[in-house]
């Protein structure tokens, strides 16, 4: 008793016993494949446990240094050729404490900004708007922790550093060779 494919299914689609079958072979297909699921969704968990503190501590790290060169170049030296400071102490101090403050004072701000948009908006969340005003207050908060990092780190080490980077900036400028005029005002 052969039973041709298209006759079972259409019996299977149109009887009671056909689709209660077809529902039975549907619910373990998806156990099948939700257990699947589960066993790799638990494998990258564990990577992702197992990896991410070390990963987060190299990135944060690597940009604290990056963030603490920054500061001095543009920061020490800066307030060492403009204010006369010897050591651009207080005028990186200060430039940073300003940019510090002007940063804070704009995510308050859109902060607030954002969160209206949010209770207004409570049904449509997807709008330009929002999402300018949630770019722009995520800029200023990691702008105004970056100004608050380089404070920290200059009080600790950038004293060192800086006797450093004026080393090296002297031993170029004594490689570099002089021009007329600056050799004219050393004679005089």
Same mark, same amino acid.
């Given at each position: 008793?052969?039973?041709?494919?298209?006759?079972?299914?259409?019996?299977? *689609?149109?009887?009671?016993?056909?689709?209660?079958?077809? /529902?039975?072979?549907?619910?373990?297909?998806? =156990?099948?494949?939700?257990?699947? =699921?589960?066993?790799?969704?638990?494998?990258?968990?564990?990577?992702?446990? *197992?990896?991410?503190?070390?990963?987060? *501590?190299?990135?944060?790290?690597?940009?604290?240094?990056?963030?603490?060169?920054?500061?001095?170049?543009? /920061?020490?030296?800066?307030?060492?050729?403009?204010?006369?400071?010897?050591?651009?102490?207080?005028? &990186?101090?200060?430039?940073?404490?300003?940019?510090?403050?002007?940063?804070?004072?704009?995510?308050?701000?859109?902060?607030?900004?954002?969160?209206?948009? &949010?209770?207004?908006?409570?049904?449509? &969340?997807?709008? &330009? /708007?929002?999402?300018?005003?949630?770019?722009?207050?995520?800029?200023? =908060?990691?702008?105004?922790? *970056?100004?608050?990092?380089?404070?920290?780190?200059?009080?600790?080490?950038?004293?060192?550093?800086?006797?450093?980077?004026?080393?090296?900036?002297?031993?170029?400028?004594?490689?570099?060779?002089?021009?007329?005029?600056?050799?004219?005002?050393?004679?005089?």
């Amino acid at each position: 008793m052969i039973i041709e494919f298209s006759k079972l299914m259409v019996w299977l *689609k149109t009887s009671v016993p056909g689709i209660i079958i077809l /529902g039975a072979i549907g619910s373990i297909f998806a =156990l099948i494949i939700l257990k699947i =699921l589960k066993s790799i969704f638990r494998y990258l968990v564990s990577l992702f446990q *197992k990896y991410l503190p070390r990963l987060t *501590k190299q990135i944060l790290l690597w940009l604290l240094k990056i963030i603490a060169k920054l500061s001095y170049m543009f /920061g020490y030296e800066f307030g060492y050729r403009s204010v006369g400071d010897p050591r651009g102490e207080v005028a &990186f101090f200060a430039l940073q404490l300003s940019r510090a403050i002007w940063w804070l004072a704009i995510f308050i701000v859109s902060a607030v900004v954002t969160l209206s948009i &949010f209770e207004i908006q409570r049904t449509s &969340f997807l709008t &330009f /708007g929002l999402y300018t005003a949630l770019v722009i207050t995520i800029i200023s =908060l990691l702008s105004a922790l *970056k100004h608050i990092i380089a404070i920290t780190i200059a009080a600790h080490k950038l004293p060192e550093l800086i006797m450093e980077s004026r080393k090296e900036e002297s031993e170029k400028q004594e490689d570099k060779p002089q021009t007329k005029i600056e050799s004219e005002q050393q004679e005089t």
